[in-house]
């Protein structure tokens, strides 16, 4: 594409711009495909009103979970073990604990505290698997570990 094309499609762009503003495309209270609930305000959880909003908990995305360790690294199906580590949240903002060799099954677990988390281990056949925990912040990955036979 030339330069001399460019230009003043840019132009035109940059004027298109300045005169329809982005505000006025999306009114605070009108449902935008892909944004969900406004443009303006952020969208609740449980609800679109102030007050369900102002009842949501306050999740911080920027503190990335980290595993520690996991205890005892190998156990039997139906066996709790302990998972350590970092930035797991609050009650409100932890998502789960997934093993990977359990797929989607749903994982029994108790938030214990922003460092700690106990879960059951699933009923999966004998082997090695990891096991990440999705928080706030996003999901951490454990180094292998061993599901023994029953």
């Known amino acids: 594409m030339s330069l001399q094309f460019l230009s003043p499609v840019l132009m035109v762009s940059l004027f298109g711009l300045t005169c329809f503003p982005l505000h ?7 449902i935008v495909d892909g944004a969900g609930y406004t443009l303006h305000d952020a969208e609740s959880i449980k609800g679109h009103d102030e007050q369900h909003l102002s009842k949501d908990p306050v999740c911080d995305s ?5 595993i520690l360790s996991v205890e005892p690294d190998e156990a039997k199906p139906g066996h709790t073990i302990t998972i350590k580590g970092e930035h797991f949240g609050t009650r409100d903002c ?4 997934a093993f990977s060799a359990a797929g989607h099954t749903q994982i029994d677990y ?3 505290n922003d460092t700690t988390i106990e ?10 698997s990891f096991i990440d925990v999705v928080a706030g912040g996003g999901t951490a990955r454990s180094k292998a570990f061993l599901v023994q036979a029953q």
Do not use: Y
């Not at 006025?24 to 009108?30: F, H, L, N, W």
């Not at 920027?62 to 980290?66: A, H, I």
């Open 24 to 30: 006025s495309i999306a009114e605070e209270g009108v």
């Open 119 to 128: 879960a059951t281990v699933p009923d999966v056949r004998p082997g090695m």
């Open 94 to 97: 932890f998502r789960g604990v």
């Open 110 to 112: 108790k938030f214990v």
């Open 62 to 66: 920027s503190r990335k979970p980290k």
